[in-house]
């Protein structure tokens, strides 16, 4: 009889030990023989049987796959080349080939010199192993699994979100909970990241060199939800739309926002409008991003490519603005808007929005201007050295913050206190003031104003760019940095509709904000006059400088 080792070890055996394969009809297999991997008679013809030389005349000879274990079970899995392959207890295989009538799969493993070869159908269900050889010529190695299905995660994320590569590759591994087997074939997690970059990158379309490129539909959905949101191309015929002649700006515009963003633009009472440069993509000059306040917490809701900060391209964005609030059955007119002193975008604003509309400038952009001025004019020595100086170019930044119809008597006023010396010393800066400030009070001035200032836009900036990672991205890296941006903005939509509060300012804040608040109060019950509340305003000025 041949001996079980000598079976395990040569395949051959199993069909030339006939009186090993036999039993009697009433008895069952011997129990080691059950309890041996199914590769040692997957070869064996189902036909095959041979009669026990100690069993009795009236034995039957009984197929080997009458008692076999169950087929081996197969988990399916990916090449980094995108192909199928197969893994079964510890070994992979690779697709070889069909059969003649392509009904039937060849496979081999993996390892090109080990040579055992296996077949199954078309669903990939196994069938038998192949030929003499079914023996593996080196270990089987479990943790292959782990990482293949571990890096293919990695890939399906790489292609379908936005997130940064190595953050991808962090979160996956620490997800994972790999073996200590796989950690330890693990690639160095550096390497995974930057091997990711490929899957990315031949996904993007080629960098264009000019503003004229197409734009793939891919790149006008929102990542996740694949719903629109380039709102607007003003190249691209399908996104025509009735509008003046007059309007015409001198380079191609894109507009982004979804339908959840016009929304709460069309509904909404207070607006902040700000452009920023050093985010913009090659061959566009600024991204002009326009917000809501919604709830009390700042939303972005419009981001736009312009090809220059003159009258004609804001004018052409508000067209394509107020022409979607049409489509909505809604209407575009908001009682506030915050900007910086932009004339261009100022002029658009005061010609396209109802005059309803109030249109403010940020109060410390205002204050920074004047005191760029007083550097410009070698008065900062003065500023810092003496008070009554001081005093008096914080009192002109206060008027911002007084009310309007008290401004030109508290400006005629500047400077009284001051001897003669001082007053030649600052008389260039008020003369500066009142023919570049005064001529537009209603602007600056930010009386009883909910925003006095543009911090939401210059915060959400700042944002914006930590996000770009870089200064003027490739049109596709800032396309992604949009779409990516879009859904968080829409998570942030449901959390605020869900109750959350707005971000509680900081305790600084705060206090100004007291200290405004009380020094109104006592103006409006007549306890002080409208010069004190002028000069205890200017403390707030300076706390602010």
């Not at 269900?125 to 089987?140: A, D, V």
């Not at 440069?277 to 700042?298: D, L, M, R």
């Not at 020094?519 to 706390?543: C, H, M, P, W």
Request: with cysteine; proline share 6%; aromatic share 10%.
């Amino acid at each position: 009889m041949a001996s079980l080792d000598s079976i395990i070890n040569d395949e051959t055996s199993l069909s030339s030990s006939s009186s090993f394969l036999t039993t009697s009809t009433s008895s069952s297999p011997p129990s080691f023989l059950i309890s041996t991997s199914s590769s040692l008679f997957s070869s064996s013809s189902p036909s095959s049987s041979t009669t026990s030389s100690s069993s009795s005349p009236t034995s039957k000879p009984v197929s080997s796959s009458s008692f076999l274990s169950p087929k081996p079970s197969i988990v399916k899995t990916t090449s980094n080349k995108r192909k199928t392959m197969l893994y079964i207890k510890g070994y992979q295989y690779q697709l070889k080939d069909y059969n003649k009538n392509k009904t039937i799969k060849f496979w081999r493993c993996a390892k090109r010199d080990c040579g055992v070869l296996l077949h199954t159908n078309l669903n990939d269900e196994f069938i038998r192993y192949s030929g003499k050889n079914i023996n593996h010529k080196h270990l089987p190695n479990p943790a292959a699994l782990e990482i293949r299905d571990l890096k293919e995660k990695m890939r399906q994320r790489a292609e379908t979100e936005l997130v940064p590569l190595q953050e991808i590759a962090e979160q996956e591994v620490r997800n994972g909970l790999l073996t200590g087997d796989a950690l330890a074939n693990l690639p160095n997690i550096f390497e995974i990241g930057r091997g990711l970059s490929h899957v990315r990158q031949k996904n993007l379309p080629s960098i264009p060199n000019s503003s004229s490129f197409v734009i793939p539909d891919k790149y006008t959905r929102d990542y996740l939800d694949h719903h629109r949101l380039l709102l607007h191309d003003s190249t691209d015929p399908h996104f025509q739309f009735d509008s003046s002649d007059d309007i015409q700006p001198s380079g191609r515009i894109l507009i982004w926002s979804s339908d959840i963003q016009l929304h709460l633009l069309f509904n909404s009472e207070r607006l902040h409008m700000d452009g920023t440069f050093s985010t913009s993509p090659p061959h566009f000059a600024q991204v002009f991003i326009i917000q809501t306040i919604h709830h009390e917490s700042c939303v972005p809701v419009v981001y736009a490519l312009l090809p220059d900060r003159k009258t004609p391209s804001y004018l052409y964005l508000f067209n394509v603005l107020f022409h979607h609030a049409k489509r909505f059955n809604k209407t575009l007119d908001p009682v506030n808007i915050m900007t910086d002193f932009e004339p261009g975008l100022t002029k658009a604003i005061s010609i396209q929005f109802p005059e309803k509309t109030i249109q403010k400038g940020c109060f410390f952009h205002f204050s920074e201007s004047v005191y760029r001025h007083v550097q410009s004019q070698g008065l900062s020595s003065s500023y810092l050295n003496n008070i009554m100086v001081r005093n008096v170019i914080k009192q002109a930044m206060a008027l911002a913050l007084v009310p309007p119809s008290h401004v030109q008597v508290l400006f005629n006023e500047l400077g009284q206190e001051l001897n003669d010396d001082e007053r030649e010393e600052i008389s260039s800066l008020l003369q500066y003031f009142k023919n570049h400030w005064m001529r537009q009070v209603s602007i600056w001035n930010v009386y009883e104003i909910p925003d006095r200032t543009n911090n939401y836009s210059e915060g959400y900036n700042n944002r914006f760019k930590r996000r770009l990672k870089k200064t003027h991205p490739n049109i596709w890296h800032f396309i992604d940095s949009i779409r990516e941006e879009v859904h968080t903005i829409h998570d942030l939509i449901q959390q605020i509709n869900s109750g959350m509060p707005p971000r509680t300012k900081r305790s600084q804040t705060r206090t100004s904000e007291r200290r405004i608040k009380e020094l109104y109060d006592r103006f409006n019950q007549n306890k002080i006059t409208v010069q004190e509340l002028l000069r205890g305003l200017s403390f707030y000025v300076a706390n602010k400088k």
